[in-house]
């Protein structure tokens, strides 16, 4: 599966990539011994691709970017925090099913006032 939607980032790219981003921007903290991290990996990269223009999707991996994960106070992997603006605005922790994590990207997108509409291939 190609994932040209998913940036993988690093302490060096957060700020850029996450931080001043104009969208709001979905953080997979992950590591490549995490079972459910693996089993979330699908979803997530399907999501970018259904949510691009609309969403950013970038993942973390926690054994990489210790920083990071510390920064964040990420305790549980996959944890999915939602940035908008520089700031965190809400998050997920677990491997969890498409349809809720759809609802959590409804509601983000519904929130930030986006002026495309919230359901992705509407835009």
Known sequence: M???????????????EVLEAELPV?????????GPCKQMA?????LAREYAGLVKFVKVNVD??????????IQSIP?????H???????AVGALPKPHLQSLLYS??????????????TA
């Open 26 to 34: 979905v953080v997979d903290f992950w590591a490549s011994w995490c």
């Open 42 to 46: 699908p979803v997530f990269e399907e």
């Open 108 to 121: 983000v997108l519904s929130s930030v006032n986006t002026p495309a509409s919230a359901t992705p291939g």
């Open 2 to 16: 190609r994932k040209e939607h998913v940036i993988e980032v690093t302490e060096a790219t957060f700020t850029k």
């Open 79 to 83: 944890t999915l925090l939602v940035f």
């Open 85 to 91: 603006k520089g700031k965190p605005i809400d998050g």
């Open 64 to 73: 990489e970017q210790q920083m990071l994960a510390a920064q964040f106070r």
